[in-house]
């Protein structure tokens, strides 16, 4: 059987990061051969609750959903690596309850930083009126309490930011 | 990384035995410290869909649902064994499709022995029109047309079908 993993799991504002720097934290572990799955909140969405809007009630269940996946593949042994801005901090801590490990990582950028970017053009509609209930918009983003992790991705690169995932998921015991 | 493993999916009729017999295949796989997880198709319903209905559309969204997390689970190399009556032969050969390795269980039994049975009273409830579109009662259940393992759970004990599904996927190739 294999050993269990941990729940890596990135919150943050839109456009923050937190898929960019899933995707580089996954890299490092596949040249470490470590076993691990990127499940972004987008994909997840796709596969797993299309039809759900972004009211408060499915932003929930949406974000349950993707716990539920995490923590099972976590337990077969598969670093689960979440990507979703998982707003509340309710339900994130009702995940981190229900996982065996669990690793949550801050992806620390002002709304000021997240809006310049606005890579997918998405502040522009919210403000615009055009995409309701969004987040540091109209909707609230619960910043974590006691993160393991904080990620400043306005002050580092994104390979610094990796480093420093792994580096504190190293001192944490989690990987060798 | 972990070899990649395979998806064993259930699929027969309300009362069929999948459930019944996902288990026991899952003991004997856990005898053998082979990495598995049953994905039942009940237990996938509530953390996965609640609130789906049991029309043709829902059902299909469900099922759809069990085949990814599945076919995740399988490429981190988990077996997952699937336990869902999957009515419809399209969407079972649309995850078939999708996996890296599917083996498909048919678990046959015919509609007399299933609702003869009713553990759950549901095909009672069923005719008396307290359930709509009941697979067997006024829904189809579409058989599969070559599936790789067939059991006839009427004519065999729980112990001996899952000695046939071991061995058959054993003689596929699939374990060892």
Known sequence: MN??????????????????????????LERRGVNHEVLDG?????????????SKDDRDINVRRIGWVARTLARHGCIAICAAISPYRAIRDEIRAAS?????VYIQV???????????GLYARARA?????FT???????EPL?????????DQ?????????????VRLGHLS
Request: glycine share 8%; net charge negative; charged share 25%.
């Open 3 to 28: 050993r269990p993993a941990f729940v890596l799991w990135f919150t943050g504002l839109s456009g923050a990061g937190k898929s960019t720097l899933a995707e580089a934290v996954a890299r490092e």
């Open 42 to 54: 987008d994909v997840v969405r796709e596969n797993l609750s299309k039809g759900l809007s972004f």
């Open 100 to 104: 065996d490990a669990f690793v949550e």
């Open 110 to 120: 002002t709304l000021d930083v997240a809006e310049g970017r606005d890579v997918k």
């Open 129 to 133: 009126g055009e995409i309701p209930n």
């Open 136 to 142: 540091g918009i109209d909707d609230p983003y619960e």
């Open 146 to 154: 006691t993160p393991e992790i904080v990620c400043s991705t306005a």
């Open 157 to 169: 690169t994104v390979e610094q930011s990796a480093a420093h995932v792994i580096a504190e998921c």
